[in-house]
């Protein structure tokens, strides 16, 4: 960005171009044209505001007749109906009581993966350690990696690049032969 100084003559026909009512790239058209200067439409509105001139507010508009802006059209709000005597909103007793279930949830079972992790740090793992995880799941709890050597084309060991995949959702082919059909590839 280029620095530009104002010279005494450009300011004042700034400030007179902008008390006859012209925009400002008006104004900066005209003073480039009359002094043979660069000016864009914002470098006149910076100057206008560092002068005390109404920065921006616009001119009154050279049509005849004023223009009104439009009116934002404001949503319709729901109406609150009241309830027949004696009937309680049930959403409100849902509220003020949540349900607590007792009940005991089964936990899936989760995979494992059969490898000892080496637990490294971010710093020490090498360009060609496992990238897969350990911790960090509460706030203050150290995240380590597993750092084996890992398999081509992946972040992870052999062992976590398994356990990573849901071996049902390999094994079904992405597009099926009714799909390519439809198509037309097939």
């Known amino acids: 960005m280029e620095m530009m100084n104002w010279l005494p003559e450009h300011s004042a026909a700034l400030q007179d171009l902008r008390a006859r009512g012209l925009s400002y790239s008006e104004i900066a058209d005209t003073i480039n044209a009359t002094f043979n200067t660069a000016y864009t439409r914002n470098a006149a509105l910076s100057r206008a505001q560092r002068l005390g001139l109404a920065g921006l507010d616009r001119p009154e508009p050279s049509l005849p007749g004023r223009l009104e802006p439009p009116k934002p059209v404001l949503p319709e709000l729901p109406r609150i109906r009241r309830l027949p005597d004696g009937q309680a909103e049930p959403k409100l007793a849902l509220l003020r009581c949540p349900k607590i ?3 005991s949830v089964e936990m899936p079972q989760l995979r494992c993966a059969a490898i000892a992790p080496r637990h490294l740090s971010l710093l020490d793992l090498k360009p060609g350690d496992c990238r897969y995880p350990y911790g960090g799941d509460a706030d203050g709890d150290t995240m380590t990696f597993c750092g084996h050597p890992r398999r081509s084309g992946s972040s992870y060991c ?13 094994a079904r082919p992405v597009l099926n032969d009714a799909w390519l059909q439809a198509v037309g590839a097939i």
Do not use: T, V
């Open 158 to 170: 052999s062992p976590h690049f398994h356990l990573s995949r849901d071996p049902e959702a390999s």
């Open 101 to 103: 279930f007792a009940e």
